[in-house]
């Protein structure tokens, strides 16, 4: 059964700082999905990446992809308030034809100023 | 234009109730999908279809049943409805490599 593990659960930080959301998973897939999702809201698609060593960045985000070592990261950069909401990796499971993500708990970022 | 839609937003209903909650997707997708993300925010697939093939989560009652009537419309059928399936509820479709997801539903069981 593929697992996928976000670590922190939580995460407390202050503008203008950096940090990384750690994200592993337990089996083999190359398909690992970013989310970002406000309170009350729905899930926002950040990146996807599809390929060992794909790195990504949008805006203060990167997002990179070690597949061999079954983990992707989430680096924040110069952290701001409106970066704060709960973040998702979701890796691909592709059982059948379609395809369905298998999500972490989550990574809820709180950004102080 | 929204591109996956839900209905209702907000269900609160009494438990052995029977309930229904609508899905369309206006992008043209071939497949769609529900979540279910409970009250620690923990997302968990139920269902994935296409035109041609449903799966279902093992873990999903047979309370909970998908019907589609057409391409653009994946509802979500709930008999007998329990405590435990107060949750958000969340319809997603695909396009290449990226899900794309409702607004969500939030039941509440009573």
């Known amino acids: 059964e593929l697992k996928v593990e976000q670590n922190p659960l939580f995460l407390s930080m202050q503008e203008g700082k950096n940090y990384t959301i750690y994200c592993n998973y337990s089996?083999?897939?190359?398909?690992l999905y970013w989310y970002r999702q406000d309170p009350g809201k729905s899930l926002e698609s950040l990146f996807v990446?599809?390929?060992?060593?794909a790195v990504k960045q949008e805006g203060r985000l990167m997002a990179s992809l070690d597949t061999k070592a079954r983990l992707s990261t989430l680096h924040i950069t110069a952290a701001v308030h409106d970066l704060s909401a709960t973040y998702f990796c979701?890796?691909?499971?592709?059982?059948?034809?379609?395809?369905?993500?298998?999500f972490g708990k989550g990574t809820k970022l709180s950004v102080k100023p | 234009d929204t591109a996956v839609s839900q209905t209702p937003k907000y269900l609160v209903t009494q438990m052995g109730n029977d309930k229904s909650i609508k899905c369309e997707q206006n992008l043209g997708h071939d497949t769609m999908y529900w979540y279910k993300q409970d009250s620690k925010k923990f997302l968990k697939i139920m269902f994935s279809?296409?035109?041609?093939?449903?799966?279902i989560n093992e873990t999903v009652p047979n309370r909970f049943s998908p019907k589609s009537p057409d391409k653009a419309h994946l509802n979500l059928h709930i008999n007998s409805l329990e405590l435990g399936d107060s949750a958000v509820y969340f319809c997603?479709?695909?396009?290449?490599?990226?899900?794309?997801f409702g607004p969500g539903t939030r039941l509440l069981v009573l």
């Open positions: 979701a890796v691909g499971h592709y059982g059948g034809s379609q395809g369905n993500l298998i």
């Open positions: 997603a479709s695909k396009r290449g490599e990226t899900q794309y």
């Open positions: 089996t083999t897939s190359d398909r």
């Open positions: 990446l599809l390929s060992n060593g």
């Open positions: 279809y296409n035109n041609k093939e449903l799966i």
